[in-house]
């Protein structure tokens, strides 16, 4: 047992170290889970600055190439005099001032690109203006002069101003671009690696937790196995012990009634009959702790009172006889009782039995003696009753009386119960009242 105490203790401080690495690993792995969250959201931005970025290079191509179509339907219109060509013209002045409003507003973050943005809308009001202008010289002066316009190279300078302008434009967001995809990767790269070691350590802990509970539900089956060893050992002796005291009260019964048997004295007799019963009355106790399904703390009080009112019957004969008296015996509600307890009423009931089969029924008269156990809450109510010549006067008043009323006081002590002594017409009558609270039995 004491193996087993230190080992059980050695699992104990085991299971607390491991609870403090734990505590102190998920602790761990929890701010860094806190740190992986961060670097997804510092992941999400810089992704989002990435296709920001696209956007307004998009932007600033489309718009490139917005220009680039109005100016070559306005071309068409003035070759043809296509009102298609017109309508298509149009559009792109359209949308070539739409994309320069919104990229006014993707690049409100960046005041360098602003700056360029300014300048691209005011060369792009002066191109459009300009193209603008051709166009009224159709309608004002003739075609002719809408040519001679456009061969100047005014336009031609103008657009050329535009493409460099864009052109920076691209370039700086390439810049941008590339520098916030590189921080976009590293982002990314941390947090797979971050993310693979979280799941690599919060796996190996798992791994090492189930282990460890594996092992320590191992050794705590093997240290239950040897404690059902030792308890079904101690079973058997506890059994062996109890069926040993049985019979050695039982051989200590029978040594006492084969001297009573052999004794010439009546009186010794008689007294060595008595001491016989009362050693049965505890072997009595001691074989219902023993056997099969046995209640090793306590015994079934009921029952016990049966058999002791049973074997309290005067070896003569008894139970109904010519000349004998009877016995009623009404114990029948069940109640388990500690041995402590069981043993003293043992020795009342056979007492008072005893008392009641030598003296209340003197020269062969014949009667009844009546048995009662009755249990009211946490009391425990036990009324012998007899027809007989009656107790004297003296003896149930002052508390006199011979060795077994005696005795039976001192045992009603013990207990910490009540003997209520009463004289009945005919007969006396013997309650005693004790307090008991019914345990739960501690089965092997």
Do not use: C
Not at 49 to 72: N, P
Not at 302 to 329: M, W
Not at 363 to 377: A, I, P, Q, S, Y
């Amino acid at each position: 047992m004491s193996i087993n105490t230190d080992a059980s203790l050695a699992r104990k401080q085991v299971r607390a170290r491991a609870a403090r690495v734990s505590a102190v690993l998920f602790g761990g792995l929890f701010v860094g889970f806190l740190l992986l969250v961060f670097v997804f959201i510092e992941y999400r931005r810089a992704i989002d600055w990435v296709d920001h970025t696209h956007k307004v290079i998009s932007t600033v191509e489309d718009l490139q190439s917005s220009l680039s179509d109005a100016e070559s339907s306005q071309r068409g219109y003035l070759l043809s005099q296509d009102r298609d060509q017109f309508a298509s013209y149009e559009q792109g002045v359209a949308r070539s001032r739409a994309l320069l409003d919104r990229l006014g507003v993707l690049t409100a973050d960046n005041p360098v690109q602003q700056d360029k943005v300014k300048a691209l809308h005011a060369l792009t009001a002066d191109r459009l203006e300009r193209m603008a202008e051709v166009l009224r010289q159709v309608e004002d002066a003739g075609l002719g002069r809408a040519f001679d316009m456009a061969r100047e190279g005014t336009g031609a300078g103008m657009m050329a101003e535009i493409r460099r302008t864009t052109a920076a434009m691209r370039a700086e967001e390439s810049q941008l671009l590339a520098r916030r995809s590189r921080q976009a990767t590293i982002l990314e790269l941390l947090m797979i690696g971050y993310g693979l070691l979280f799941v690599t350590v919060a796996g190996w802990r798992g791994y090492t937790t189930v282990r460890r509970l594996e092992r320590d539900y191992q050794a705590e089956w093997a240290e239950g196995q040897a404690l059902a060893a030792a308890l079904q050992e101690n079973r058997v002796l506890l059994d062996e012990v109890n069926h040993r005291v049985k019979n050695s009260l039982q051989i200590v019964a029978n040594l006492l009634r084969t001297q009573a048997l052999r004794h010439r004295s009546p009186e010794v007799r008689e007294e060595l009959l008595e001491s016989s019963g009362r050693v049965l009355a505890i072997a009595e106790v001691h074989r219902r702790l023993y056997g099969e399904g046995a209640v090793y703390d306590t015994v079934e009080l009921s029952d016990l009172i049966r058999s002791i009112a049973e074997n309290a019957i005067p070896a003569s004969g008894g139970g109904g006889g010519a000349g004998e008296p009877t016995i009623s015996v009404a114990v029948g509600t069940p109640l388990a009782a500690p041995v402590d307890t069981a043993v003293p009423v043992a020795l009342i009931v056979n007492e008072l039995l005893t008392n009641s089969y030598k003296h209340a029924f003197p020269d062969g008269r014949t009667g009844t003696v009546r048995l009662d156990m009755e249990v009211e809450g946490n009391e425990v109510r036990i009324d012998v009753a007899d027809d007989g010549i009656g107790l004297p006067d003296e003896v149930a008043s002052t508390g006199g009386g011979g060795f077994g009323l005696n005795t039976v006081r001192n045992l009603t002590r013990q207990i910490r119960g009540r003997l209520e002594i009463e004289r009945l017409t005919p007969g006396t009558r013997f309650l005693l009242t004790f307090p008991m609270r019914p345990g739960k039995p501690t089965r092997a």
